[in-house]
């Protein structure tokens, strides 16, 4: 590890000459010299004026961290950085989805600190979940050769999670770009070809990054072909609650899902409707069918049950303390647990704590519900103001509704890369290269000015 980072060092200061002369200098030129020595080799140091004059070994040949190339900039990540750095006063971050107030402020949730507060009160101490991350790992384990279906395009992360879990993906088609809209036959048309017990990644609500969601009856119609098809529901529910503003009617997706009793996986997220984006707390939910619980209803390898399995209390209230039966899903959660112990060991308890105040009380839950309803409303009308600024300063015709019609954070503008780029340099405004904006970093104040940038760069940039 030295060894790297010293050979980075002395590579960074001898830009202005080729490394070789460096080399050559003899290492013993004088007091300021500095030595570290990495095992048997060893890299000196000396300044000589404005120079800084590295002799080595064969430090930076012998590295075994040496192919390691450096890992592209996270095009999210990135995007915010380059915000940091601009202090134009019309500057507006709409790259990443994160809720803010009018005032372009974090905010916390009055649920929050007085769930947070409850746990100081009982002297609760505070001490991560990537729940997509934990399906992948399952999926790769015990249905190996099985691939994914992901939406075409989708959060950028899905591909990496899939990717590193080593689990084979395609995509399935979802946008339109011709009516800035979903591609409803494309879509039906890829998952009814997919083979048999293909994992179908769907979007619960609030589609990052199109905000175009299927109606409740596309959604019946995903339904039949993915029972048809045998194939195996998987949502990632990120937004729940910033879709309509309300918690329930977003979950409706999944709940038709779970209510044709289908199993499913869910990973979910409460890092926005929460905001509990540095706790990034979340959890993976695997509904096993109740036939599938029958099924294992068998001798569980004599009387060998693991005793975690034995206490759980919905096992015991079910089948009694005589752990006879071999239950799916708990074996599926003792599976899920297994993962995470090489993973992370165990999770950090305190944004878990939050959540489970939060739902767990009836005033709590209550006051979310209103919070997010708050929450959701903002960003709806800023979309509707955004949409009216457009409508009204562009003459040209172009018909702008496919705003209003997106739901969630997240604005698909249709601009493309070039248009993306002009957005920045010449107005300011930080956004995704595939053209999404996240309407949770925009002001009322705000919306003639990226009215007026949107408008400039669709028309005056090809
Ligand atoms: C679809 C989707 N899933 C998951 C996440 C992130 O979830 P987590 O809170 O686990 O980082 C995001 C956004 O960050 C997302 O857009």
Same mark, same amino acid.
């Given at each position: 590890?030295?060894?790297?980072?010293?050979?980075?060092?002395?590579? %960074?200061? !001898?830009?202005?000459?080729? *490394? $070789?002369?460096?080399?050559?200098?003899? +290492?013993?030129?004088?007091? #300021? =010299?500095? @030595?570290?020595?990495?095992?048997?080799?060893?890299?000196?140091?000396?300044?000589?004026?404005?120079?800084?004059?590295?002799?080595?070994?064969?430090?930076?040949?012998?590295?075994?961290?040496?192919?390691?190339?450096?890992?592209?900039?996270?095009?999210?990540?990135?995007?915010?950085?380059?915000?940091?750095?601009?202090?134009?006063?019309?500057?507006?971050?709409?790259?990443?989805?994160?809720?803010?107030?009018?005032?372009?402020?974090?905010?916390?949730?009055?649920?929050?600190?007085?769930?947070?507060n409850?746990?100081?009160?009982?002297?609760?101490?505070?001490?991560?979940?990537? %729940?997509? !991350?934990?399906?992948?790992? *399952? $999926?790769e384990?015990?249905?190996?050769? +099985?691939k994914?279906?992901? #939406? =075409?395009? @989708?959060?950028?992360?899905?591909?990496?999670?899939?990717n590193?879990?080593?689990?084979?993906?395609?995509?399935?088609?979802?946008?339109?770009?011709?009516?800035?809209?979903?591609?409803?036959?494309?879509?039906?048309?890829?998952?009814?070809?997919?083979?048999?017990?293909?994992?179908?990644?769907?979007?619960?609500?609030a589609?990052?990054?199109?905000?175009?969601?299927?109606?409740?009856?596309?959604?019946?119609?995903?339904?039949?072909?993915?029972q048809?098809?045998?194939?195996?529901?998987?949502?990632?529910?990120?937004?729940?609650?910033?879709?309509?503003?309300?918690l329930?009617?977003?979950?409706?997706?999944?709940?038709?899902?779970?209510?044709?009793?289908?199993?499913?996986?869910?990973?979910?997220?409460? =890092?926005?409707?929460?905001?509990?984006?540095?706790?990034?707390?979340?959890?993976?939910?695997?509904?096993?069918?109740?036939?599938?619980?029958?099924?294992?209803?068998?001798?569980?390898?004599?009387?060998?049950?693991?005793e975690?399995?034995?206490?759980?209390?919905?096992?015991?209230?079910?089948?009694?303390?005589?752990?006879?039966?071999?239950?799916?899903?708990?074996?599926?959660?003792?599976?899920?647990?297994?993962?995470?112990?090489?993973?992370?060991?165990?999770?950090?308890i305190?944004?878990?704590?939050?959540?489970?105040n939060?739902?767990?009380?009836?005033?709590?839950?209550?006051?979310?519900?209103?919070?997010?309803?708050?929450?959701?409303?903002?960003?709806?009308?800023?979309?509707?103001?955004?949409?009216?600024?457009?409508?009204?300063?562009?003459?040209?015709?172009?018909?702008?509704?496919?705003?209003?019609?997106?739901?969630?954070?997240?604005?698909?503008?249709?601009?493309?890369?070039?248009?993306?780029?002009?957005?920045?340099?010449?107005?300011?405004?930080?956004?995704?290269?595939d053209?999404?904006?996240?309407?949770?970093?925009?002001?009322?104040?705000?919306?003639?000015?990226?009215?007026?940038?949107?408008?400039?760069?669709?028309?005056?940039?090809?």
């Open positions: 590890m030295a060894s790297a980072i010293l050979s980075l060092t002395s590579a %960074s200061i !001898a830009t202005s000459r080729p *490394l $070789i002369e460096n080399l050559k200098v003899n +290492s013993k030129l004088g007091s #300021s =010299s500095q @030595t570290t020595f990495l095992g048997k080799d060893y890299i000196k140091t000396k300044v000589i004026g404005s120079w800084h004059l590295t002799s080595m070994t064969v430090a930076v040949e012998v590295s075994r961290f040496n192919d390691i190339t450096m890992a592209p900039p996270d095009p999210i990540l990135g995007v915010s950085e380059a915000f940091k750095a601009d202090d134009h006063e019309m500057k507006l971050n709409l790259g990443v989805g994160a809720y803010r107030t009018e005032d372009l402020q974090p905010y916390v949730l009055n649920v929050v600190k007085k769930a947070e409850l746990m100081l009160e009982r002297e609760i101490t505070k001490r991560n979940w990537v %729940s997509a !991350a934990f399906a992948a790992a *399952l $999926i384990r015990y249905f190996p050769g +099985s994914v279906l992901i #939406s =075409s395009p @989708t959060w950028g992360n899905h591909k990496n999670i899939f590193d879990a080593g689990v084979p993906w395609s995509e399935y088609r979802y946008y339109d770009p011709k009516t800035v809209g979903l591609d409803f036959d494309g879509m039906i048309a890829d998952i009814k070809a997919a083979p048999e017990g293909t994992f179908v990644l769907l979007h619960g609500c589609h990052n990054p199109t905000g175009i969601d299927p109606t409740p009856e596309q959604w019946e119609r995903i339904a039949d072909v993915i048809e098809k045998s194939h195996i529901p998987f949502f990632d529910v990120a937004y729940q609650g910033f879709a309509s503003g309300s329930d009617k977003d979950a409706s997706s999944v709940r038709l899902f779970a209510a044709r009793g289908m199993e499913l996986l869910i990973a979910q997220s409460y =890092s926005k409707n929460l905001g509990l984006y540095a706790e990034r707390i979340g959890a993976i939910n695997v509904v096993c069918s109740t036939s599938e619980v029958a099924k294992g209803k068998e001798q569980y390898h004599g009387s060998s049950v693991p975690e399995l034995c206490a759980e209390k919905e096992f015991v209230a079910k089948h009694g303390s005589t752990c006879l039966v071999k239950p799916v899903s708990l074996q599926v959660k003792s599976q899920l647990k297994r993962i995470a112990r090489p993973m992370y060991s165990n999770p950090p305190h944004g878990a704590r939050i959540v489970a939060v739902v767990g009380n009836s005033d709590l839950f209550n006051e979310w519900k209103e919070e997010m309803e708050l929450m959701a409303g903002r960003i709806m009308s800023v979309r509707k103001k955004l949409y009216d600024s457009l409508s009204a300063k562009d003459n040209s015709g172009k018909d702008w509704s496919f705003i209003l019609k997106q739901i969630g954070m997240f604005s698909f503008t249709g601009l493309n890369k070039a248009q993306t780029e002009n957005m920045t340099s010449k107005w300011h405004v930080y956004m995704t290269k053209g999404r904006i996240s309407l949770a970093g925009l002001s009322s104040a705000k919306c003639e000015y990226l009215a007026d940038a949107i408008i400039d760069s669709f028309h005056n940039v090809s």
